[in-house]
């Protein structure tokens, strides 16, 4: 049996933590966090019993590379922290979006062509029970021919404050997005969208794109943030695929557990629990299979995820040029 990797998490925010916590449900040991935060930083690593920390990238290779390396820092510093790791020879899984901007996504993809390095794009839907059975189907061609991607993803007003300068098409959408790109089995080649904002937020709160894919499946988007701020995260989504034969969804309106009370909850047990499991820890086992070469088929292809990115951006522009069909020029899809 191939030994785990060890493994650093870079960032020790909300998703950081649950990368620590995902990895030691398989088993995979984490060795070191890295945050610029000290009280952060020390504070996740005892309760998670990770034995070194570091303020930055640069201390944790001084010390010693890491086999491999989760980068769960915000999307602005993907390329900073994935491209340096990649230089050293790290391989890295970088949660979605691979970068905040096209360029920095490129660089991503070349630092890794150039060196060598595997380079995981995060989109954890893909490892999704539910959404893979419907990918599944949809490959079988138990729907026919695919005509249409339909998606809807509703979330709380406390995205626009948690996240106030991030436009929902590179921090929500992304998902949607990604989930076109697979069931269409076609990369996207024209964009059209609209956004809308309400009082307060600097943000937009609503996007609606369409998008045709080269093999002229068509996919509609829907972001909102505008359910109540109590309302639980992880609700109100639903992706739709139109097939000649036939229609199939995913449903996650309906969460598993459901308390409502003072605040109402809905502990996710379905993509990133809190205490490992789920999507996420499926996630992280294809990674380290990626790694130890145990598992060399890739379900995100590096270049799906650099084109997720170019479809993000020219949905946050045509939404900004009043609704403008844009066409994209992608790489060839895996």
Not at 31 to 37: E, F, S
Not at 252 to 257: F, I, N, R, S, Y
Not at 306 to 329: K, R
């Amino acid at each position: 049996m191939t030994a785990p990797p060890e493994v650093a998490v870079i960032g020790a925010g909300a998703f950081g933590v649950r990368h620590v916590a995902a990895y030691r449900s398989l088993g995979v040991p984490v060795t070191a966090l890295v945050d610029p935060d000290p009280t952060t930083r020390e504070r996740v690593a005892a309760e998670h019993d990770v034995p070194r920390t570091f303020a930055d990238v640069d201390d944790l290779l001084a010390a010693g590379a890491p086999q491999a390396a989760s980068v769960c820092v915000p999307g602005p510093a993907h390329r900073a922290v994935a491209v340096r790791l990649l230089a050293a020879g790290v391989p890295v899984l970088v949660e979605k979006p691979l970068a905040a901007t096209v360029r920095d996504a490129a660089a991503i993809v070349a630092a890794a062509r150039t060196h060598g390095v595997l380079c995981q794009p995060g989109h954890i839907l893909r490892h999704s029970a539910p959404h893979r059975a419907l990918y599944d189907a949809v490959r079988a061609g138990r729907l026919g021919q695919v005509l249409a991607v339909s998606s809807r993803r509703d979330r709380p007003r406390t995205l626009s404050r948690l996240f106030p300068g991030e436009h929902p098409a590179l921090l929500t959408a992304v998902h949607d997005i990604d989930l076109a790109i697979w069931y269409a089995q076609s990369p996207v080649v024209e964009v059209r969208a609209a956004a809308r904002t309400r009082p307060g937020p600097a943000a937009p709160v609503l996007v609606w794109a369409e998008l045709r894919h080269a093999n002229d499946v068509v996919s509609s988007i829907r972001n909102s943030y505008l359910l109540p701020e109590h309302t639980p995260n992880h609700t109100q989504d639903l992706v739709e695929v139109y097939g000649t034969e036939g229609v199939a969804h995913v449903d996650l309106g309906h969460p598993a557990v459901l308390v409502a009370a003072e605040s109402t909850e809905a502990p996710d047990w379905l993509l990133s629990p809190v205490d490992g499991g789920g999507a996420l820890a499926a996630e992280l086992r294809h990674f380290v299979g990626q790694v130890t070469g145990t598992d060399p088929s890739a379900v995100v292809p590096l270049a799906d995820g650099l084109h997720v990115v170019q479809v993000a951006t020219a949905v946050t522009d045509s939404a900004a040029a009043g609704g403008a069909l844009l066409p994209i020029t992608p790489e060839p899809l895996s």
